[in-house]
């Protein structure tokens, strides 16, 4: 499989971290950013999350050295204006399209299939594995959904299918991200221009809209909420949900059970922090010991690398359209 990988931030970075490690037939045939390649290069060499790469990394005048990978590196700003021929699958990294218009402009461009690392309400198919990826069919342009919905989606996919989701609400406790100031600063919402690292923030989640899209059969069942904190990786979903059946016994062992038999479902029966989880490829890491059963409603509590677990999902899908 060919990939090309536009955008070199957080996950376009830890997209090409994850594929050097753990894909070797994966080819990474093109990275496209606009910043410099030298300050590319020291990003990916050096990171504050995952730690150094433990590799030599060098930049030249059209390509990233990563040991003994030569990777071209454009500077393009359109789309249209890279050469994306032979490429399976461009993974549009930038967080910026928004609209089916701009992602077409890199099967334009002779991309096969453009993969959206993020929300965008105008792509022909929203797919979150473990969840609605048998609507994945011939789709060339696909979003890859937000970090939280893939945490959540899998996990009411499951219990709605095993148990039924009667309603719910579900809150995201976020680390901060790049859309938040490091100090106050106008971000449009009053609460979002507070500085990132300092306090806890509530504000909204774009996976209560993507969860209505992603399982319309459970659609407007389930409500969210965020609240960004004041730490650099590692999020958790903290769901209450009454269930049409809620069977007898110590119902982590069924959540126990439901992780087991999915591909993307972690769990832990340790009494863990969020540091503990950071570099995890699950979509969702269930903790079990969190569980709480209150009638016919139940509290569960779960960790997922926001940038680690989403980029997993990332190749994975990227893995699926690219075998069609």
Not at 58 to 77: K, Q, V
Not at 108 to 135: F, M
Request: charged share 20%.
């Amino acid at each position: 499989m060919r990939i090309a990988i536009n955008g070199f931030g957080r996950i376009g970075r830890t997209v090409l971290r994850q594929i050097l490690q753990h894909h070797p037939d994966i080819e990474v045939a093109l990275i496209n950013d606009i910043a410099p390649r030298d300050t590319c290069a020291y990003l990916f060499q050096y990171d504050s999350v995952f730690g150094p790469y433990p590799g030599r990394v060098t930049a030249t005048e059209a390509a990233l050295r990563i040991d003994d990978r030569t990777i071209p590196f454009g500077a393009g700003r359109d789309l249209a204006d890279l050469d994306l021929w032979d490429i399976d699958v461009l993974m549009d990294c930038t967080g910026t399209i928004q609209s089916r218009a701009h992602a077409a402009r890199g099967l334009a461009a002779g991309a096969s299939n453009v993969l959206i690392s993020g929300p965008c309400d105008e792509a022909p198919r929203t797919i979150v594995l473990g969840a609605n990826d048998h609507r994945l069919e011939d789709a060339q342009i696909v979003s890859n959904a937000s970090c939280t919905t893939n945490a959540l989606a899998p996990l009411l996919r499951a219990l709605h299918d095993r148990f039924g989701v009667v309603r719910g609400h579900m809150t995201t406790v976020h680390c901060y991200t790049g859309s938040q100031p490091m100090v106050d600063a106008p971000r449009g919402p009053f609460a979002r221009s507070r500085a990132g690292a300092v306090s806890m923030v509530p504000t909204t989640t774009s996976a209560t809209h993507l969860i209505d899209l992603v399982l319309p059969e459970i659609a407007g069942r389930v409500t969210g909420a965020a609240v960004r904190v004041p730490v650099i990786s590692v999020s958790a979903i903290d769901v209450t949900l009454q269930l049409d059946i809620l069977p007898e016994g110590d119902f982590s062992r069924h959540l126990k059970t439901l992780a087991e038999e999915s591909d993307v479902l972690g769990y832990t029966e340790d009494p863990c922090v969020s540091t503990d989880l950071r570099g995890r490829p699950d979509s969702l890491v269930i903790a079990l010991p969190e569980t709480i059963v209150t009638g016919r409603q139940v509290r569960i509590f779960g960790w997922y690398d926001n940038e680690y677990g989403f980029s997993a999902r990332m190749i994975d899908m990227a893995r699926r359209m690219a075998a069609r």
